[in-house]
């Protein structure tokens, strides 16, 4: 069982920046895609950004290119989600996922809101 921890989300004003962090308690996160997605009021959750377990590949949602940054430590040990220049839009519960890469099996974590005033 993997438990997925988000962190850093907060309160910011548009135009600013923010770090999300996604970490798997007690171990590693390699050996899992990971995706970030979120969810507004009374809106569906959509994708927002991932990252392959190695690295080497990464892709967004139109929304955000440009402007959020997925990307993984050294040690694999934690994803980050860079979000800059932000918009009152994405303001929402911020998740992530995470599949292996073995068995497809796929964790989210409890969500980490984020609240961007105009």
């Known amino acids: 069982q993997v438990q997925l921890v988000e962190s850093g989300g907060g309160l910011v004003q548009a135009g600013g920046s923010l770090s999300l962090s996604c970490t798997a308690s007690?171990?590693?996160?390699?050996?899992?895609?990971v995706n970030w997605y979120r969810q507004a009021p009374g809106k569906d959750r959509e994708f927002v950004a991932a990252?392959?377990?190695?690295?080497?590949?990464?892709n967004y949602a139109d929304s955000v290119k440009g402007r959020f940054t997925i990307s993984r430590d050294n040690t694999r040990t934690a994803v980050t989600l860079q979000m800059n220049s932000l918009k009152p839009e994405d303001t929402a519960i911020y998740y992530c996922?995470?599949?292996?890469?073995?068995?497809?099996?796929?964790?989210w974590g409890q969500g980490t809101q984020v609240t961007v005033s105009s």
């Open positions: 990252i392959t377990w190695n690295g080497m590949r990464t």
């Open positions: 996922n995470a599949v292996s890469v073995m068995d497809r099996r796929e964790y």
């Open positions: 007690g171990r590693t996160i390699s050996g899992y895609n």
